[in-house]
């Protein structure tokens, strides 16, 4: 299994003193697939991210990306070593440039720092073709602060971009965004796999889940309840109890 998979967890568990958020997950996610992560609120979704990316460290078992072992790493080595992530809430620089924001997050790949803010042509011409990307291209030049909910999101995706991951852990992307905004998102993250990059979201969203996903994971209560396609997760009777309500709702 874990020659298989570009990122494995084997019984990756977290507690928090006597509260289990995290229960023995095993979970492979393999090259350039779109993997979705579903559970009701509480279900251990966003501690799964956590520790995969190093901001917690597992009570036991274990993350291997790419073969190597990887928890118990710090943030900074996991993305290093290839992988990023955005987060549910969105914390630009408010005060900096949309260019500047993902000119910081290059920076912090290539100089270990919050990066150059004198960047070469070549650089800047990087992060403008990044933006280009999520469609933010217009606004470079505009304060982060001031960008709406829906740009904002997108240039969380940039900044993750900037970082070159090979492995992308989007949580709960499609918060707050229009079903037109939506639907440009899928656009965009079917874009980011097509040039190289796997992806893992979290998202209650279950259209855009049942959209984007090859293959869905479902956590309940931090254990994985459900795997399969689309169609095998909105008919499997463990889900549809836990958190779907009925076929016709996951549809």
Known sequence: MGSEGLLVTEKLTKDFGGLRAVDHVDLTVRRGEIHGIIGPNGAGKTTLFNLITGYLRPTEGKVTFKGRRIDGFPPHRIVYLGIARTFQI??????????ENVLVAWGHRHYGGLGPFLPYASERQHAMEILEEVGLADRAHLPAGTLPIGHQRRLEIARAMALEPELMLLDEPAAGLTEEEIGGLKELV?????GGITVVLVEHRMTFVMDI??????????RVIAEGTPEEVAHDPAVIEAYLGSADAAR
């Open 213 to 222: 996903c090859e293959i869905i994971t479902v956590l309940d209560h931090g």
């Open 90 to 99: 969105v914390r630009p620089f408010t005060e900096l440039s949309v260019l």
């Open 190 to 194: 079917r874009r980011i796999v097509e």
